[in-house]
């Protein structure tokens, strides 16, 4: 039970009369007791008087982020991106996605792809409204596996360039190019998506299969990840189909629910075992 519930719990106060004891809306205390914020250095002085109990801070964060800055860790390092797929994207599709000039250099500039089917399929996304973003998707919750890079050390704090969408009825991210361990192997994958629809939050793979794709270790590795799958082709590519199979093929494999496991699976990785294998 999160700390500050407990308290207003042991003075007997139900959300609404806490919240309007404390000059704040009823909304605000929730999202604090859910853990989805922190609190201003008002709030939590009100919240202290109120409830006699220690309350954290967004002032605790910033000295956490100055120490950071202090310790050297660089966050926000991204790994070089090849620019030749993405010119080649542009060349054969640039003109049929109207995406504004500095959204594009992003894209080639950050976003890692091995093929201009990639980078068209994520063009596709931008077009559709998807906006450019750098998050770890630790932070966001994803706890299934172990995040490494390309040469199997931990991701840690690291950040990633990532695809973001909002809309009324669904929100996602997009990471391309993720490095997940389970213990016994390392798979690459071609996208890691975060997929919200009402108050359900689920995690999934997306694999985009060009031509030159060999299926031989699908299996293998669907029943290693035991992660929810959507995949799409390199002619629905071209076709410029991603955005909306995409969404299609979610809510399907979302119905379905992951591969031999309930939505809450959790990985066998344990402390001190590293990848034996690495795959695509």
């Given at each position: 039970?999160?700390?500050?519930?407990?308290?207003?719990?042991?003075?007997?106060?139900t959300?609404?009369?806490?919240a309007?004891?404390l000059?704040?809306?009823?909304?605000?205390?929730?999202?604090?007791?859910?853990?989805?914020?922190?609190?201003?250095?008002?709030?939590a002085?009100?919240?202290?008087d109120?409830?006699?109990?220690?309350?954290?801070?967004?002032?605790?964060?910033?000295?956490?982020r100055?120490?950071l800055?202090r310790?050297?860790v660089?966050?926000?390092?991204?790994?070089?991106?090849?620019p030749?797929?993405?010119?080649?994207?542009?060349?054969?599709?640039?003109?049929r996605?109207?995406?504004?000039?500095?959204?594009?250099q992003w894209?080639?500039q950050?976003?890692?792809a091995?093929?201009s089917?990639?980078?068209?399929?994520?063009?596709?996304?931008?077009?559709?409204?998807?906006?450019?973003?750098l998050?770890?998707?630790?932070?966001?919750?994803f706890?299934?596996?172990?995040?490494?890079d390309?040469?199997?050390?931990?991701?840690?704090?690291r950040?990633?360039?990532?695809?973001?969408?909002?809309?009324?009825?669904?929100?996602?991210?997009?990471?391309?190019?993720v490095?997940?361990?389970?213990?016994?192997?390392?798979?690459?994958?071609?996208?890691?998506?975060?997929?919200?629809?009402?108050?359900?939050r689920?995690?999934l793979?997306?694999e985009?299969?060009?031509?030159?794709?060999n299926?031989s270790?699908?299996?293998?590795?669907?029943?290693?990840?035991?992660?929810?799958?959507?995949r799409i082709?390199?002619?629905?590519?071209?076709?410029?189909?991603?955005?909306?199979?995409?969404?299609?093929?979610?809510?399907?494999?979302v119905?379905?629910?992951?591969?031999?496991?309930?939505?809450?699976?959790?990985?066998?990785?344990?402390?001190?075992?590293?990848?034996r294998?690495?795959g695509?």
């Open positions: 039970m999160n700390y500050l519930k407990q308290a207003r719990e042991k003075l007997g106060l959300q609404t009369a806490a309007a004891r000059g704040i809306a009823r909304q605000s205390l929730n999202r604090l007791e859910l853990g989805r914020a922190v609190a201003t250095p008002a709030q002085r009100s919240l202290r109120l409830y006699g109990v220690a309350v954290l801070s967004v002032e605790d964060l910033e000295v956490g100055r120490q800055d310790a050297g660089r966050a926000f390092e991204l790994e070089p991106v090849n030749e797929p993405w010119r080649a994207a542009w060349k054969f599709w640039g003109g996605m109207r995406l504004q000039p500095g959204v594009w894209l080639s950050f976003m890692p091995d093929s089917h990639e980078c068209y399929g994520w063009g596709q996304f931008a077009s559709r409204g998807a906006r450019p973003m998050g770890n998707p630790a932070h966001w919750g706890d299934q596996h172990v995040l490494v390309r040469l199997g050390q931990l991701l840690g704090a950040m990633l360039p990532a695809l973001s969408f909002q809309s009324e009825e669904v929100d996602f991210v997009l990471w391309p190019q490095w997940v361990c389970t213990g016994d192997h390392t798979f690459r994958l071609d996208g890691l998506v975060f997929f919200r629809v009402g108050d359900r689920h995690w793979v997306l985009f299969d060009g031509k030159g794709h299926g270790g699908d299996a293998f590795r669907r029943a290693q990840l035991q992660m929810m799958e959507v082709t390199g002619d629905e590519i071209r076709a410029g189909r991603t955005f909306e199979l995409f969404l299609e093929r979610v809510r399907e494999a119905r379905k629910g992951p591969p031999g496991a309930a939505h809450g699976f959790k990985t066998g990785w344990r402390r001190g075992r590293g990848a294998g690495v695509r």
